[in-house]
């Protein structure tokens, strides 16, 4: 099975529980979202290594991000540039490390 290609890659980090963060963590796989940044939001996946969480006030991981529509998320996604992780509600925070060379 291919990898899938990343249209940037940002550090995540979920609010705690006690915050009106999640309740769980996010575990191994397929994780889908909405990324919210410029008062715009859109809709974005990762893949949380097998073995591997992402828990609500633990530390930050970095993951490769895919957009559903990448040529409307991409101007928005900037270098550095912070943004919110939607479930409903903003139940983390993130940080653009790099983008995609072809984005």
Known sequence: M???VADIVAEIRLH??????RLSSI?????RCVLGIDSQHFSARWIVPVGEELAPGGRPSTFGIQFLVPEAALPHFKVGAAFTVWEGKEIGSGRVLSVARNA
């Open 27 to 31: 575990c191994s796989g397929e994780y």
């Open 16 to 21: 705690p529980t006690e915050v009106n963060g």
């Open 2 to 4: 291919s990898k899938p």
